[in-house]
Structure formats: structure tokens, C-alpha cells
């Protein structure tokens, strides 16, 4: 590892080497100073800076799009984002320019500075976007087989179509909450003890987590005409980490014909800060060979997995300890973004800006790289055995699942922050 | 059939008896006149009444809530639809006083009537709401039944959970789009012609309609407190028509295990006129007997069921005649929507003002009462043969299908209007 020398990259602002948010990162959020107005900010450090205030001190002015109506004082980021791609870098580079070492625009403006930048520890975040639709894929090949197994047994676990497209549902986006949000443990209708017999009702005995990422659509295709692969990279925002909480009971009753709906729809977590996808750039690496070969339209160009490091954390209830109970990486995904993007267009279906579409669960070969707690303990076969003589086969109401995802260059890490919820009990 | 002597329900508008829109109904809509902006109107007869223009003139000024801000200048009905059924009660009154041949308040103000009556044929519609989350029941046992034998043969034809609970999945709210937006054929993948074989890729050769009965949700439930089924009788803002566009080929390769996905987003039609509740009310009948007894959280007091007849009418490509193919009742439905509502917010899910929650397909036990090609060819292998010598075992570009609703009352018929949409050749 060595640090960058690169000046471009070198900031006014400190920034500690294990930071998530250093100048190679700049991802987006939706914040609230208390008592203010909700406002687009990017997180650097231990910072916040401010666009909407930075926008009426007219320092985008000379940008196209950008300088315009001020995109930043809103609740969320889908004005900006539906501002496409050269927007994004413009306005990418100037806060750059900003807040480099040598540029004192900021740095020398202490009236500026104190209306525009904030901590990170004094702000309330909110959900990034408004999401009109919200996709769920099931990209990860070892996930789709291991849970298969446990759903309809090993001859049925990976469907025939599994190989050929990347399987997906609509979630429920009223489930979206931003980290810190607590999840209240779901009621439900429960499998019957035995077959043909009558479903039992309660709280879920199988409440889960899902460890995912999530890409937010930022150029959608409102003509109604399909974004290819090659389209695909221009049309992407940027990242979050997904949590998709699951009830794997409720689930497994209800999702026979038309897949899964009450199992998932209670809560989805996501990271607050959406990491821009030219922050992701320096971490693209070559993906799973895919055989049988793909159908034209799922051929892509170049490397488009990220070497994206991916843990989940277990806060059991009563301790303050987090104990890391997977990890996995992106890279592993069989599908990657620009397949699932072109493949939930190639019908002439419509994405929008502020589109979330998650990438299932990635789940590794062993099983500390499995990414939620049914693989990992075979659905409560095989419970976890944390430290102080704790067990957990799902999770227990005051439990906390954190989510952690990073890329790692030379001296600094493109991170996500965290992505984190405890377990209520039901109502 | 007798007419009504209701003096209240006698209006100064001439209304044909065979108008769907009857002093009785009273439905909502968005619309627009040639350049101007979209406001909520209601539908008497041949004409829209403006509400946004007569909230202006202060007719609604000492109503509660109703009369505070302008929510009728809108581009959709959330912000009516959020100020709850008092609201709603109080508006709907409102304007059936108005239009009484008793009132002169606007009968007698040729200003205000110029400013606040529009020809129905001068208006465009749109979607009536914005939806924050779309769901698509199965809740027609005969279609459940019918679907289920060609899809997965008679064994399993009706899945276990179905007597149970009603089956539900999320649907892509994008596809949503008002009554005359043509509907472009999709490509997708089809199935492989043997087992084990690969996919093709091309326009789908199955293109099917599906005739169902929608409602918007009024009040939601922010707190992600169930709805029981006492209380969604109050949380129901009004109901419309929905075609469920579906390309079975698509989804018959790609729904197992998480559910339809493009076989269904790339298009829903919806009728443009929301029916009140209310206006259905004198039409509630008991629906089938259920049994197995259902669960606690489904159970509900009254009849729930509506007799509203339904029609799907197909004009095939090249003919100006439309044939009538479908002849159904939503009050065949098994599950109702007060259990549909209950059972989408028993695991704490929010339903917010907009969402839509359709029926699925309604069909009955007859060939011509079923709702959708897919059980009326039963799966193409027995055409549909029209006048003219044509045959459908699909729909085939060009097609027309038109879905009708209405109840009939003595001498009246609250109705929905038209549902109707064309197909177009794949891009």
C-alpha cells in the first residue's frame, strides 16, 4: 500500500487514512441540521459540505445544468441525478477543486465555510432519493444455490432460467428506511407443521438479514426505450449497501406462485451515502466467467465487477460488542450491473432517476463469506456460536446487524459507512 | 329498473341513463385542457367539473381541511386522498349540492362555469395518482385455478397458501399509464422449446390482457401500524379499472422463483376515474363463502363484495368493430379488499396515499366469463374465432382491448368508464 502523492487528491479538510469518505470518494446524501430544512450534501472526513448553500453562494454558476435552479435544496437527490452524467462530473470536479489543498475559495472564506460545512456527527441523514421503483435481483450464484436447496431441495435449487437471466422482483419501496432506523420484527402468517395443514400467525421465529448492494438509477429511460450494456455505465449514479430483512417463514409459505411479498416488504435498509460510480472506477475488476454464454443483449465490454469488500456485523442483544459474522465480496456477483440494468429495460419497461436496484445477496463458497443468517447457520440447522456463549440461529429481538463495504486502494479506502438497524419486537 | 325521484340526486346537468357518470358516482380525475395544467376534477355526465377552479372561488372555503390549501390544483390526488374520508365525505357532498337542479350557485354564475365546466371530450386525462407502490393480487379463484393447470399441471394448480391468504406480489409502478396510451409489444426471453434447451430472445408471442379491478389506498398507514379489516373500509379512497398487461412466454420463463418481473412491467392501463367508495356502497354483496375459515386478521363483518359487472372488449387489428370476449362479476372475487388491505399491512408494511392494490384477473367458471386470453384459448391451443373468419390465440399487434365496468342501480349506472389500449408493433 502506498498513499497517493497525487496533489489533485490532497485536502484543506483531514482526512485519517481509515476514513470511508476521502477526496477519492465524495459520495452523495440527503441531510438535516436539527430543526433545518433538508439539503444534498457530500460527505468528506468527518465533514459534510453543504450543496445546497454552496449553490446560492454561486459557486456551480458557471455550470451547465448545475447552475441553474439550485438541485441541491431539496429532500432528495433525483433532481440532480436527473441532470445525467456530464452534471454529475462537473459538479464532482468543482467540489474537488474545492477542496484541495491549494484552493482557498473555501478554505480562506470563513463565512462560507460555517454556513456550508457541517459534521457528520451533528447531522440527521435521510433517504438519499425517492425511489419510484425498487428491484431486487438475485445475482449471487451461491446464494440462489444454497438457498434453492433449503427452499425445494438440491434437484430444483438453481432454475433452469437462473444461468440465462438475472432473476429479479419489485420490492415494496414504502420498506426503505435509511440506517439507524430500527426494524420492528414482522407478524405474519407462519408455515403449517405439516403439509395440508393450517398456517399458524404470529411474529416471524425466522427474522433475517440480507447483505446487498444497490445501484441508484440516475439517467432513467422514460421514452420506454431499453438501456444496453454499453448505455448502461452512463446511467448509473452510484452505490449504497442494502440490507433486504427477511422473514424466512412468512416467506417461504407466501412466495409460491408469485414470489416473495410480506417476507420482505416490513423494512430494506440502506447506507445513507451514495458512492458515486466514478468513486468505483479504480476497483473494477474482471467478473465470474459466465457459462453457458449470454444472450446478445447481456454482453458487455470490459471489467465490470468491483473488488468490493463486503462484512456484516452481529450486535446481540445485551452486549455491546459486534462480532463480524460474514465476509464477502462484490466481485463474487454472477450478474453485474449493466446486465441487470439492461435486462429491467429490455422489454421497454421504464427506470427513472432515484430507481433503486439491489443486487440479492452476495454470498461466497465458505461459510464465513455467506450473507445472511439462513445460509450461515442452514436455516437454523446449524446455529452461529458468538462469544459469552451466545447462539443465534435467526435474529432476537434487540439484535443489530451492521453492514460494512469498502474498496481498498493505496493509503485510502473508498468506503459506504455503515449500514446498521436493531431488531424491535413485534407490536 | 325504476328511476330515482331523489330530488338530491336530480341535477341541472342533463345526464343520459346510460351515462357512467351519474349524479350517483361523482368520480375523480386529473386532467388537463389543451395547454394548460393538470387539476383534480369530477366527472358528471358529458362534462368535468373543475375543482381546482372552484376551490379558487372559495366554494370549498368553509369546509375543514378540504377548504385550507388548494389540494385540487394538483397533478394528482395524494393530497386529497391524504386529508382522509371526513374530507372526502365533506367534498363529495359539496359537489353534489352544487350540482343539484335545486342549487344555483353555479348553475346561476356563468363566470364560474365557463372557469370551472369542461367538456369531457376537450380534456386530456391523467394518471389520477402518483403511486408510491403498486400491488397485483390473485385473488379469482377460477383464474388461480385456470393459471395455475398451465403453468404447473393440475397437481399443483392451486398452491397450498392460496385458500389461506391472498396471494399478492409487488408490480412495477413505472408500467402504470392512464386509459389511451398505446401499449408497445415487449421483447424478451422466451423459453427454451425444450427442457434443458436455451432461451430465445425476440417480441413475445403470447401478449395477453388481464381484466381486474383496482383501488387506491386514501389513508395510509406512516406509522407501520396494521390496517385491520374494521378500519380499511376508511382507509379506501375509490377504485378504477386496470389492465395487467402480461407476455406469458416472458413469464412463464421467468417467474420461478421470485415472481413475475418483465413479463408484467412493461405496461398496466388503468381507467382514468377514480369511483368513490361511496358511490359503491349500494352495490355491496356477500362474496363466496370461504372456507377453509380464514385466519383472525382477515375475518371482517358486512358484505364486501360488489356487483359490478365487467367487460373486456377486443377490436382486432384492421376492424373498427369491437367484439365483446369477456363477461365477468368482481363479485366472484374470493378475497376482498378489505382483506387485501389487511394482509398487505399485517407484517407493518406502509401503505402510503396513491398505492394501488389490484384485484388480479377476474374470472369465472365459464369461458365466457374468464378474464384474459391465456384461460380463454387456454394457452392458444384453442383460438377465440371473431366475426370476419379472424382467430386469436393472442393478441397480435394492431388489437385493441377495451375493459368496462359498471354497477346498475334503478334507472342509473354508476360506471368506470373506458379502459382502453392499443398494441404496438415491438421496437
Known sequence: MEETNDPKLRSWIEVSPDSD??????????????????????????????????????IFADLPQVGNENCFARAQLNDFMALGKRAWEAARTRVSELLRSNNSTLRNNEALRRKAMVRRADVEMMLPAACGDYIDFYSSRHHASNVGIMFRGPASALQPNWVHLPVAYHGCTSSLGVSGRDV???????????????????????????????????????????????????????????????????????????????????????????????????FRV??????????????????????????AWL????????????????????????????????????????????????????????????????????????PGGIRRAF????????LRGWCQGPGYRVGFGECTARVLPAA
Not at 195 to 215: I, K, N, Q, S
Not at 248 to 273: C, H, M, N, V
Open 184 to 282: 420492528r420484527r414482522p407478524n405474519g402468517q407462519l408455515p403449517p407443521a405439516a403439509a395440508g395443514g393450517l398456517p399458524g400467525f404470529g411474529p416471524t421465529c425466522e427474522l433475517d438479514f440480507e447483505l446487498e448492494v444497490g445501484f441508484f438509477v440516475g439517467t432513467g429511460n422514460d421514452d420506454g426505450r431499453p438501456i444496453s450494456t454499453a448505455e448502461a455505465a452512463d446511467a448509473i449514479f452510484g452505490f449504497v449497501l442494502v440490507n433486504d430483512w427477511s422473514a424466512r417463514d412468512i416467506q417461504r409459505w407466501e412466495y409460491q406462485p408469485l414470489g416473495p411479498f410480506l417476507g420482505k416488504s416490513f423494512a430494506t435498509s440502506i447506507s445513507p451515502w451514495v458512492v458515486p460510480l466514478a468513486a468505483l472506477e479504480p
Open 315 to 386: 450486535t446481540p442483544q445485551g452486549t455491546g460488542d459486534a462480532v463480524r459474522i460474514c465476509r464477502s465480496n462484490l466481485r463474487l456477483l454472477y450478474w453485474n450491473a449493466l446486465q441487470q440494468l439492461a435486462h429491467a429495460t429490455v422489454n421497454g419497461a421504464r427506470r427513472r432517476p432515484g430507481d433503486l436496484l439491489a443486487s440479492g445477496t452476495v454470498s461466497g463458497p465458505t461459510r464465513d463469506s455467506m450473507g445472511c443468517m439462513l445460509e450461515i447457520t442452514r436455516n437454523g440447522a446449524d446455529p452461529l456460536e458468538l
Open 21 to 58: 469518505f476521502p477526496m477519492q470518494n465524495l459520495p452523495y446524501g440527503v441531510f438535516r441540521r436539527p430543526g433545518g430544512l433538508p439539503a444534498v450534501g457530500v460527505a468528506v472526513g468527518d465533514w459534510v459540505v453543504d450543496l445546497a448553500r454552496l449553490h446560492e453562494a454561486r
Open 395 to 402: 435474529l432476537q429481538d434487540g439484535d443489530s446487524i451492521t
Open 286 to 311: 474482471p467478473g465470474p466467467v459466465q457459462d453457458p454464454p449470454v444472450l446478445p443483449y447481456l454482453r458487455y465490454r470490459g471489467d465490470w465487477a468491483f473488488d468490493l469488500n463486503l462484512e
